[in-house]
């Protein structure tokens, strides 16, 4: 029986070796390729162009007929008691001045 004992004793120990040895080898393996597949990235993928800011938009010419139809919208929102007093006359005096 002692025998037997020793025999798997040696095999759990010689088991437990080779998968530590196993599992170092797997985790260099991938951080060598983790390595590679980084730099081969680097070297095939262009550099992020630099942002372009939009040109900045002209308004658009308004129409009498346009800013009628956005004063009656106006005087709908006040009348409806959405607006108050100064955002109405704040809006109005936008409307008109553009």
Known sequence: ?????????????????ATAASNAVNRRQAEKNAAAY??????????????VAPAPVAPAPVDADDKMAALERLGALKAQGILTEEEFAAEKAKILNS
């Open 1 to 17: 029986m002692p025998g037997l004992m020793r025999a798997m004793a040696r095999t759990a120990v010689v088991a437990g070796t």
């Open 38 to 51: 980084s730099a081969a990235y680097q070297e095939v993928a262009p550099a992020a162009p630099a942002p």
